[in-house]
């Protein structure tokens, strides 16, 4: 699962890890949520850009976003199988957010890699359907069951593709075995997280206190008599 990132890394930084131009990176983000723009990385004509979709793919059967793919069943899925099989993307993020209940109220954990260094989620740019042709093209972002580090938290995590794997996994000719291979590989992705305040509940919120620590809860208060 994944319905809420952040993408904070400065622009050279993320011009570097991805081999586009520094100008077509946002503003710091830490609260992106769906069904707004995000930046996306994909290769055309042999050259890698960094065109901005919407974040929700629309589910014909009730037009509800659909945010996340399944990565076990994306190749075979009537909504995503196309864009699996030719239109991959990167997502670029540096941070994401899942939550529980604590005490009757949501808690918000944020993922990180080591060293809060910046990643691609594995995504999919998927075509208006033809129902539909006035619509953009949407992306999606691939889950598979979570791993420990982020099992006791939720039961399925995104996936990220390593930087070695960005060529691969862009490519429209990579075979559907090398791209499984590559899911296999992300679906053992390890993360760091901490407890963050009650900031990003709101999506309004999209400044760094979103991902300040929690403050800890006060020792319960003990009786005089």
Not at 37 to 65: F, I, K, Q
Not at 126 to 141: K, T, Y
Request: a positive charge; one cysteine or more.
């Amino acid at each position: 699962m994944c319905g809420r990132f952040t993408l904070a890394t400065p622009p050279e930084i993320l011009a570097a890890l991805f081999g586009v131009d520094a100008a077509d990176w946002n503003d710091p983000r830490y609260n992106i949520a769906p069904q707004t723009r995000v930046v996306t990385v994909r290769r055309e004509h042999g050259h890698r850009t960094a065109p901005s979709l919407l974040w929700g793919v629309v589910n014909p059967r009730d037009g509800r976003p659909l945010i996340n793919a399944r990565s076990e069943t994306a190749a075979t899925s009537p909504l995503f199988g196309r864009a699996f099989a030719a239109s991959r993307v990167l997502v670029p993020a540096d941070g994401f957010f899942e939550w529980t209940k604590e005490a009757g109220r949501r808690q918000a954990h944020y993922f990180q890699q080591p060293r809060g260094a910046p990643f691609a989620f594995a995504g999919l740019a998927v075509a208006p359907p033809a129902a539909h042709p006035s619509q953009e093209p949407a992306a999606a972002i691939l889950t598979a069951n979570a791993s420990p580090s982020v099992a006791r938290i939720h039961d399925r995590m995104p996936l990220i593709v390593a930087q070695g794997d960005f060529e691969t996994w862009l490519d429209p000719r990579s075979k559907a075995k090398t791209l499984l291979e590559v899911m296999s590989a992300s679906a053992r992705t390890e993360w760091t997280s901490r407890r963050v305040g009650p900031f990003v509940n709101n999506v309004r919120n999209d400044g760094p206190e979103n991902i300040r620590p929690a403050e800890p809860a006060p020792p319960p208060q003990g009786s005089l008599f």
